[in-house]
């Protein structure tokens, strides 16, 4: 009989998706080795949840349409695997800016961060790869790393609102490359791009043959001046599986209800895409039926001054900061134009205490008490991200201790002149002696 040995130690190890499954932010975050300082009120820049402070709040209509869901009796029932067929409608109807989308096209999942798995685990597997931004949200990393599929990176230029580099998208294309992620607007750096920038994506993947996952979880999350535009809506060939949901628009990330839509005009993925997914969708059987019953209500009578009210305050939020910040010395804050999100440069040349961004917020955060997010939790040192969403008067207060920091530790001009000079003399000594 198995197991009869006594000598036989016990042996029980978590797999090899578990060992490798990470969470770049919580990871960094929660091991700071350094606690705010004690007599100053923490101020938690780094949050990307508009709900926390709770000054922004959704409308009745979004709660009672809830409430009604509880009251009714059939909300307890499990779903198809999928989504109820009236709710995949409604998402369907709502989103019609994405082209021609039936119930059939739709799958309801736990969160957009459910939908971007559905994604990912449909189209790669081990050995394969898939390219995201270079600054992007990592949740691609978490979900795709454990499975033995690879991230490789494609970058954004900074000095073009965070464009794709279309170079760099196409160089790190192989043939083991099996989708490509483009998130519009952006998290982190809330960048929007114009119709003709997603065409020229649109071309990469075209001519390569590649799908793209589109992440637009913040549709419709742009500043005045500044138009979305769902890549699906351009796209002529290159099958798309656009994921969104509730979360950052309606102000509900713990409902956790988003979305899979799936776009293919010309029929690339044919059966064996769809049934993927519905396979897939079998593991969790479906998300809250509490709120799937919830959702064509939800999606239809929220008062339009809600969202423009939401736009509104983010982007003055935006503006304040990006003035504010402006005259730290050291930062350059890089206006967004939509999201919730701005990124920061960290010129850390200027502060020769530390030695990376990482250093830079861990004293930002035991001095001032103002936590914001190191850029290397996006793959992308020298810059930190900070949330909009917080009380304008809180945001203030952080844009001022951001402010004096900097002033505390940005070496003086005419030191740091003297220092680059010596570097330089350094460097010329060395090229002499080797
Ligand atoms: C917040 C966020 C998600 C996750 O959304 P959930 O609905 O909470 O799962 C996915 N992608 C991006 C870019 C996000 O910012």
């Known amino acids: 009989m198995a197991g009869q040995g006594t000598e036989r130690p016990?042996?029980?190890?978590?797999?090899?998706?578990?060992?490798n499954t990470n969470n770049l932010i919580r990871n960094?975050?929660?091991n700071l080795k350094v606690q705010p300082n004690p007599e100053k009120k923490l101020i938690p820049l780094s949050l990307g949840d508009p709900t926390v402070f709770g000054n922004i709040t959704p409308p009745e209509e979004l709660l009672q349409a809830v409430r009604d869901s509880i009251d009714n009796n059939k909300s307890r029932t499990y779903g198809p695997t999928n989504g109820q067929l009236e709710a995949r409608q409604a998402v369907a109807d709502y989103s019609i800016h994405q082209g021609r989308v039936t119930a059939d096209d739709v799958i309801l999942t736990s969160g957009c961060a459910h939908a971007l798995e559905l994604a990912i685990t449909v189209l790669a597997e081990d050995g394969q790869n898939i390219l995201v931004p270079r600054p992007g949200y990592m949740i691609y990393m978490t979900l795709a790393e454990g499975l033995g599929i690879q991230i490789k990176y494609y970058d954004l230029l900074p000095e073009q609102k965070w464009k794709v580099d279309l170079g760099s998208l196409q160089k790190q294309i192989d043939d083991k490359t099996a989708a490509i992620v483009v998130i519009n607007p952006s998290n982190p750096c809330g960048s929007v791009y114009s119709e003709e920038h997603l065409l020229e994506i649109l071309d990469i993947a075209s001519k390569n043959r590649v799908p793209i996952i589109a992440d637009e979880i913040y549709e419709h999350f742009v500043f005045s001046g500044h138009k979305y535009t769902a890549m699906s809506a351009l796209s002529k060939d290159v099958p798309i599986l656009t994921c969104s949901g509730l979360t950052k628009r309606f102000l509900v990330p713990g409902w956790r209800m988003g979305w899979l839509i799936v776009h293919d005009r010309n029929n690339i993925f044919g059966?064996?895409?769809r049934q993927g997914l519905r396979n897939l969708c079998g593991r969790l059987l479906g998300p809250t039926t509490l709120i799937q019953h919830a959702l064509p209500s939800i999606l239809t009578s929220m008062p339009q001054h809600f969202f423009d009210g939401v736009m509104f305050f983010i982007e003055s939020q935006a503006?304040?900061?990006?003035e504010a910040l402006q005259r730290a010395p050291g930062l350059r804050p890089i206006m967004p134009q939509g999201s919730m999100?701005?990124?920061i440069e960290i010129k850390v040349s200027m502060f020769s205490e530390f030695q990376n961004d990482l250093q830079f917020i861990e004293r930002l955060y035991s001095e001032q008490s103002v936590l914001c997010i190191p850029g290397q939790c996006f793959y992308y040192p020298n810059f930190m991200r900070i949330v909009l969403t917080v009380p304008e008067e809180i945001l203030r207060e952080a844009c001022q201790r951001i402010i004096a920091f900097c002033k505390d530790h940005a070496t003086p001009k005419e030191k740091h002149m003297e220092m680059i000079t010596n570097k330089l003399s350094v460097d010329k000594e060395w090229r002499v002696i080797y």
Do not use: G
């Not at 042996?11 to 998706?17: E, H, K, N, S």
């Not at 503006?319 to 990006?322: D, E, G, Q, R």
């Open 10 to 19: 016990w042996q029980v190890r978590a797999t090899f998706l578990a060992r």
């Open 28 to 30: 960094v975050i929660e």
């Open 271 to 273: 059966k064996e895409i």
């Open 319 to 322: 503006k304040l900061a990006c």
């Open 341 to 343: 999100y701005m990124m």
